[in-house]
């Protein structure tokens, strides 16, 4: 059945009152639901009805089937991956957003939406401490700006030919990145058609785990003499796995020498940056050629707010921008026009979230849950480095580290880490993932969610500690 006007106003309450009451009573929910593989899709009707059906009837079978087998990712004990953030100020701007649907290609099919995002993204460079020359856009997620950045990165490299003549027969493009680097980063890389065999990877150094910025020089000369073009260098600021950080400075410099495009992945720990005491973590920073960061974890603005900040955008446009007759806008020239900035054409309404959130808590809100978060990481980290039988396999970076169970006596280690985080996640009470570091399986442990409160710290311990004792014996 369509619903009137009056009927969306209802059922639209009805849709934010679930949604606060949802967020309510998350603290007695498991974070992860215990359920197994095709259980959901048991209960779906197996084909689309031919009768529109009732709103009541569709909201029921939301709350029946579908919310109590979510992994529920705005839980107060979401210490997995990295949470994807939406406190309330982002969800009410994604309900207004979403009332609009508008679509934000163009300035002339979205004049405010485009507006806000030069506006969202000036306040986060300044926000950062970036220098005036940055520019930028808002993309779904980190994936896709650095896809459009390693695109960006090749075309400069071919003189903005590869467009037009692919890449057989040209130069053998080549990039670099340390094995720190997000998965993301690699896909990029079969995507632009540069492939896996042209991505170099850099030696890692140091208690950052970052890139060896002797060695990079090393392997672009070798490159050079060997007949290859270098194309650019993917620097890591916190990567995913235990917060592997290049020193960004250097790096470049060795970059810059030989003319070579430079991308910086912060796509985590970017929102740490908003604290300037910080900011030694990625000094350097400034004379970089793309940034970005996800603007859907740390910082909280709603999954998909990739912020993607550039020095050139004229070098993003000329390889990205198409410009067909049906997408002109006549007699405007010169107006920014947000998909020429990156692969997408279609672009839903993605800075409001970041205007509610950013006036909502203040930079001085954000940077004062950052610290915290920095805090209670580190009071962890100590409580665990002091508990007999758990190793610490790397220190905090930020708000992340990483842990294993290592009792005397037990050949496979990597096993009993793997039952052990199986353990703690069908527990419920918290949720973990685990990373390979030097080919051992350890727990990453990482603080970075809004509702996560101090109680909620002395639990992660208690669920490690107790599921811990269980799994030796
Ligand atoms: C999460 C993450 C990404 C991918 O981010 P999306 O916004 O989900 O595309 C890339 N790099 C790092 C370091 C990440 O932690």
Redesign the pocket.
Known sequence: MTLNHPDFAHWSEQAARWGARYRATLPEQAVRPNIKPGAVLAKLMPSAPEMGEDMAAIFADFERIIAPAMTHWQHPRFFAY?PANSPAPSVIAEQLSASMAAQCMLWQTSPAATELEMCMIDWMRQALGLPDGFKGALHD????A?LSAILTMRERALGYTGNRTGLSGGPRLRVYCSAEA?S?VMRAIWFSGIGEDNLVPIPIKGPLRGADAGALATLIADDLAAGYTPAGVVI?V???GSGATDPVAEMVAVARRHDLFTHV?A??AGTAMLCPELRGLWAGIDDVDSLVI?G??WLGAHPGA?LHFVRSPHDLNLALAAHPTYLDTPGQENLVNFSEWGVQLGRPFRALKLWFLLRSYGLEGIRAMVRQHIKWTNELYARLAATPEIEIVTKPILALFTFRLAPKGVDDLNALNLRLIEAINDGGRIYLTQTNIDGKLVLRMQVGSYSTTAADIDIAFDAITETARRVMN
């Open positions: 990295f997620g980190a994936s896709s650095t997000h993301s890591n916190g990567a995913t992945d796509a985590w996800s859907h974890k990739g």
